[in-house]
C-alpha cells in the first residue's frame, strides 16, 4: 500500500491568489464523464480539436496568462524567475566592466555620466538578486522582477542616448558610441530565452520600443529616417521572432506537463500532480480558515483480477473504476491515481460529515464491476484538516491511508474516519 510522500517540484508555495480551479462546491454536481481516449490538460480537459501539439484550450494560454492552470503558472514561475536571475547576475557584472570602455575613451564627462547610469543600471540588476526570494510569492515574484530586468536597459539606453546627443564624438569613441544603438535589438532578442505569452512578450517589448524612438527624436534634426525606420522595422521584426520563440517554449512546456501529471490509464491525475495540487490545496485551506477533506482509496482483491484474469483486464477495472468516481464528485473534486489501485480524492471546502455523506454515496454507486462478474468495491479512509488537526498535507494524506487500512481489517467495502454518520 502507498504511502503519503515523495518529492514535490519546488512551486508548491506559490501565491495560491493564482490559482484558477473551479470552486463550485455545491454537493451532488457531478463532474462530466470521464473519457479515457482523451487527454485531460492539467486541471481541464482537452476534447474537441487539436492542433499540433496542443488543443483548442491550449492555444489560449500562448495568448494571455490569466487562465493559465495553477501547476503552469506554478512551474513557468519558476523557470521565469530563476532565467531572470541568470540574466541579471550576467548583466550585473557586465555593466560595470562596460565602464571602463567608457572612461578609456570618451570624454571626461561624458563618460562620469554614463558611470552614473550604469552603477544606478548594476545596482538595479542587484536588486533583482537579492529581493525576489520569497517562495510565498513566486509568481509575484517572477513578474516583477522580469519587468524590472526589461525596464532598466530601456531606460538606460534613453539616458545614454541623451548623454551622447550632446557630444561630438570621432574616432573610437564614434565607434564605441555607436554600440549602444545595438542595446534594443539586444533587450528585444533576449526576449526568446523566456517561456511568454504573446500579451506578456508585448508588454515587456514596449518599453525598449518608446526608448528607441523617443532616442530618434532626440536626433530629429539630422535623422536620416530611411535608415531610422529601416532600423525599426528590423527591431519589430526582431520581436516578432522573439514573441515565436517565448510562445513554443510556453507550449513545450504545457505539452509536457499535460503528460506528466495525468495518467494515461484513467485520466486521473498522477501521483506527483495530484500531490503538487494537494499541497497547494493545504495551503489555501490553512489561509482561508475552511476545511479540506483527503479520501485514500483501495480496490479490495484487486490482484485477484491481475492473477487470475491477466492485467489487461486489470487495466480495464482501474480505468471503469476510475470512470465511476469521477462520474460522482464534484467538479472542484480532485482525483488521483496514487498507485497501483490506490486512488486519492482531495476535496475542497469540504467539512468531514459533507465529504462522508459524498463518499458513501460513491461507495453505494460502485466502482464498476469485476470480470467474474459481481461488484468491484472498496476501502476507504478519510481525513479532514480541521477535524484531525492536521499540521501539513502529508500528515493529513497519511491519517487517511492510516483509515483506509482500518476499513480493510474491519472487513473491507465501508469508510472509516472521524465523522459524524446522518441518520
Not at 524590472?148 to 539616458?159: C, H, K, M, N
Not at 501521483?271 to 485514500?296: H, Y
Not at 499540521?391 to 483509515?403: F, G, P, V, Y
Request: contains cysteine; neutral net charge; charged residues 20%.
Amino acid at each position: 500500500m502507498g504511502r503519503a510522500g515523495g518529492a514535490l517540484a519546488h512551486a508548491l508555495s506559490m501565491n495560491l491568489r493564482y490559482l484558477s480551479v473551479n470552486h463550485d462546491d455545491r454537493p451532488g454536481r457531478a463532474q462530466p464523464m470521464l473519457r479515457i481516449k482523451k487527454f485531460e490538460l492539467l486541471g481541464r480537459k482537452a476534447g474537441g480539436a487539436q492542433f499540433g501539439a496542443l488543443a483548442r484550450e491550449e492555444l489560449s494560454w500562448l495568448l494571455l496568462p490569466e487562465r493559465h492552470p495553477v501547476l503552469l503558472e506554478a512551474q513557468r514561475a519558476d523557470m521565469l524567475l530563476s532565467r531572470t536571475k541568470l540574466v541579471a547576475a550576467l548583466f550585473a557584472l557586465l555593466t560595470p566592466l562596460w565602464g571602463i570602455l567608457d572612461w578609456l575613451f570618451f570624454p571626461e564627462a561624458l563618460a562620469r555620466g554614463l558611470l552614473i547610469g550604469r552603477a544606478l543600471a548594476t545596482l538595479a540588476f542587484v536588486s533583482i538578486l537579492a529581493l525576489f526570494n520569497d517562495p510565498a510569492g513566486l509568481a509575484r515574484n517572477a513578474r516583477q522582477a522580469l519587468l524590472l530586468l526589461f525596464a532598466v536597459p530601456s531606460l538606460f539606453f534613453l539616458y545614454s542616448a541623451v548623454l551622447l546627443e550632446q557630444h561630438a564624438l570621432s574616432g573610437m569613441a564614434q565607434a564605441l558610441a555607436a554600440t549602444h544603438a545595438f542595446l534594443p535589438f539586444l533587450v528585444l532578442a533576449g526576449l526568446s530565452i523566456f517561456p511568454l505569452t504573446v500579451l506578456e512578450t508585448a508588454l515587456l517589448a514596449l518599453p525598449i520600443l518608446v526608448a528607441k524612438a523617443g532616442a530618434g527624436l532626440l536626433y530629429w534634426p539630422d535623422v536620416d529616417w530611411p535608415q531610422a525606420l529601416g532600423a525599426f522595422w528590423l527591431l519589430l521584426l526582431i520581436g516578432a521572432v522573439a514573441t515565436l520563440a517565448s510562445m513554443s517554449q510556453l507550449a513545450f512546456i504545457i505539452a509536457l506537463m499535460r503528460s506528466a501529471i495525468r495518467d494515461r490509464l484513467t485520466g486521473a491525475f498522477s501521483r506527483q500532480g495530484g500531490g503538487e495540487l494537494l499541497a497547494l490545496q493545504f495551503l489555501q485551506s490553512v489561509r482561508g480558515a475552511t476545511p479540506l477533506a483527503v479520501a485514500f482509496i483501495d480496490l479490495d482483491y484487486f490482484k485477484r483480477i491481475n492473477d487470475e484474469h491477466g492485467h489487461e483486464a486489470g487495466d480495464r477495472a482501474l480505468a471503469s473504476a476510475a470512470g465511476c468516481m469521477a462520474r460522482q464528485l464534484r467538479a472542484v473534486d480532485i482525483l488521483v491515481r496514487w498507485g497501483g489501485e490506490e486512488f486519492v480524492i482531495v476535496m475542497p471546502n469540504a467539512t468531514a460529515d459533507r465529504a462522508a455523506v459524498a463518499l458513501e454515496r460513491l461507495r453505494a454507486g460502485g466502482f464498476g464491476e469485476r470480470p467474474e462478474g459481481g461488484p468491484l468495491t472498496a476501502s476507504i479512509g478519510l481525513a479532514e484538516r480541521i477535524e484531525d488537526q492536521a499540521d501539513d498535507w502529508a500528515m493529513l494524506l497519511e491519517l487517511a491511508d492510516a483509515r483506509m487500512y482500518e476499513a480493510k481489517e474491519a472487513g473491507r467495502d465501508r469508510l472509516v474516519g472521524r465523522y459524524r454518520p446522518v441518520e
